[in-house]
């Protein structure tokens, strides 16, 4: 038999086998903290829902490289740009964006607080370009006949939704409900989350455009999926990654060569070259805070094994991708 002695020296040596064991295992895995991503329990989340760009990837009509595989094999984990906010303690969940995926979007979202409700609380709506509102037809009588789903958006969006078919039905059969907001004007969505419209400048032939600061108890996000150069702004971009901690910005194309035929001047959008040579001088802290988005089919950053990618995350930036959280 073994003495009283022998006993606690064994236990101790288990112990400490033991926690060297978890500790092991645990070795290679990425933290889950506030700066990356956040766990089931976190109150207040942002989750990203989408990644690319308005056409998605595997891309219509592409016959390129990058979407021959996606085609071949039937299937693509891609889905177009879209965030959901989710309030745990509350379960209340927003939608950032009514993408053509909406179906998925909607549906991982409301798992996301084990929800009974089938829509979100409500949809922030950023601008009229194909990949930002055209999920909003699955709210529709063809397909779940929604009761009052909340949409927001600029007063030029809810207009040329109230004005043109067939979104115009879904404000006359009620399945949506039109919210205004105003640029620069904070709306209150519980004693915890406050949302705020930024105009933003972009191609608006039938809508203006809006980013939105997206504050939480306490963190703060911004989110500008489009827009046509930083530049063009009234506003300097810098100053925002001062004052938020995660920026989800434009990353359609990673640089000018990636449409050949297109003039690119008739699509703007700030290069993730350019984009990154207007941070070059900011601090580590600072380039860790964005999170590049809405990537077009052709962009190499959707390619992780890319030396674009590897390059862009070995100077401190982030690239978005699909199912990460981020506790506010």
């Known amino acids: 038999m073994l003495n009283t002695f022998d006993m606690k020296t064994l236990k101790s040596i288990l112990l400490v086998l033991i926690v060297a ?20 329990k976190s ?33 693509s984990d891609r889905k177009v740009v879209s965030l959901g906010l989710i309030s745990a303690s ?5 939608l950032f964006e009514a993408t053509p995926d909406l179906p998925y979007q909607m549906e991982v979202l409301q798992k996301g607080i084990d929800s009974d409700s ?19 037809m699955f709210l529709g009588r063809e397909v779940m006949n929604a009761k009052g789903v909340p949409v927001y958006g600029l007063p030029r969006m809810n207009s040329f939704l109230q004005s043109n078919g067939p979104w115009s039905q879904l404000v006359e059969l009620k399945n949506i409900e039109l919210q205004k907001l105003k640029s620069d004007s904070s709306i209150q969505l519980n004693s915890d989350i406050k949302v705020t419209p930024i105009s933003i400048p972009h191609r608006d032939e039938f809508s203006e455009t809006a980013g939105y600061l997206i504050s939480g108890p306490n963190k703060s996000a911004l989110f500008i999926p489009d827009i046509d150069k930083w530049e063009k702004w009234d506003r300097n971009i810098n100053d925002y990654l001062q004052e ?24 703007p959008h700030p290069f993730v070259k350019e984009s990154i040579q207007r941070f070059d001088t900011l601090s580590e802290a600072l380039k860790n805070k964005v999170i590049f988005i809405h990537m077009n089919h052709t962009n190499p950053l959707l390619d992780s094994t890319s030396e674009q990618y590897k390059q862009v995350v070995n100077l401190g930036y982030k690239i978005a991708k699909k199912g990460s959280r981020y506790s506010l």
Request: net charge negative; charged share 25%.
């Open 21 to 40: 064991g978890c500790s092991a295992n645990n070795s290679g895995s990425e933290p889950l903290t506030d700066k990356t991503q956040t766990s089931e």
């Open 244 to 267: 938020v901690d995660f920026a989800f910005l434009d990353a359609t194309f990673y640089d000018e060569t990636e449409i050949p035929g297109r003039k690119m001047s008739e699509i």
């Open 118 to 136: 089938k829509t979100p609380t409500g949809i922030f709506l950023t601008h009229a370009h194909i990949g930002h509102y055209t999920g909003l």
């Open 43 to 75: 109150k207040v989340f942002i989750e990203i829902l989408g990644t690319t760009q308005d056409g998605g990837s595997p891309h219509t009509g592409c016959q390129k490289d990058c979407c021959k595989d996606l085609f071949r094999a039937g299937k």
């Open 90 to 94: 509350t379960k209340q969940t927003w």
